[in-house]
């Protein structure tokens, strides 16, 4: 019964490679996103999609692709990985009202990169 | 651009020993202000939502308030369990729907 899950919980890689990360919601929600958190534990957005519809796109590097084939699936594909690029990627997902629309996230995935 | 600033960044306190987390915040018309709970290497885990200056939640040992510059998590008799990271984050009324997180505290409640 879970709510927002990711695989794979952790990603070992070297730098070049492009690896993906999947995210998958059971609650309904119709927005999904990824945020990256860094060693100092500070979250930040990174995209956001609505009914398949990309909604934000923060400033991050193009090597970096979200896909959302559906409602509740949000992937991260990342090109050409770089050492920065280490990091915890956690997915959250909501309902789009005029609410305050509360996010709840995965579980995160730990993307080391050698 | 919305900021969040918590303090203190960690905290220790004795079991059953009372106190208060601080977040600050400055946004462009508040949307919500969200507490959420981390535990070490699990995800954000949803506590709050308050919407306006006034407003009060409680859950178990803990209550949120928010004024028009300032949320407090109030812990009540904090036990170990309540030992996590408790992060605070806003969101605007102008713009899109990202949450701007502050770097959270990290709260360990010793037996």
């Known amino acids: 019964d879970t709510a927002v899950s990711q695989t794979p919980k952790y990603l070992v890689t070297q730098m070049g490679n492009d690896k993906s990360i999947k995210c998958e919601q059971n609650l309904g929600h119709d927005t999904m996103y990824w945020y990256k958190q860094d060693s100092k534990k500070f979250l930040k957005i990174m995209f956001s999609y609505n009914n398949k519809e990309l909604i934000i796109n923060e400033t991050v590097p193009n090597r970096f692709s979200p896909k959302s084939p559906d409602k509740a699936h949000l992937n991260l594909h990342i090109n050409s990985l770089e050492l920065g690029d280490s990091a915890v990627y956690f997915c959250a997902s909501s309902h789009l009202s005029g609410g305050a629309n509360t996010q709840y996230f995965g579980p995160g995935t730990r993307l080391t990169v050698l | ?111």
């Open chain 2, 1 to 111: 651009e919305d900021q969040v600033t918590q303090s203190p960044e960690a905290l220790r306190l004795q079991e059953g020993e009372s106190s208060s987390l601080n977040c600050s915040y400055t946004v462009s018309g508040l949307r919500g202000l969200f507490w959420y709970r981390q535990d070490p290497g699990k995800g954000p885990e949803f506590l709050f939502t308050l919407y306006s200056a006034g407003e009060e939640k409680e859950k178990e040992r803990l209550k949120a308030t928010l004024t028009k510059k300032e949320s407090f998590l109030h812990i009540t008799a904090p036990k170990p369990e309540d030992s996590a990271t408790y992060l605070c984050a806003v969101r605007s009324n102008f713009g899109n729907e990202k949450l701007t997180f502050g770097t959270g505290t990290r709260l360990t409640i010793i037996p």
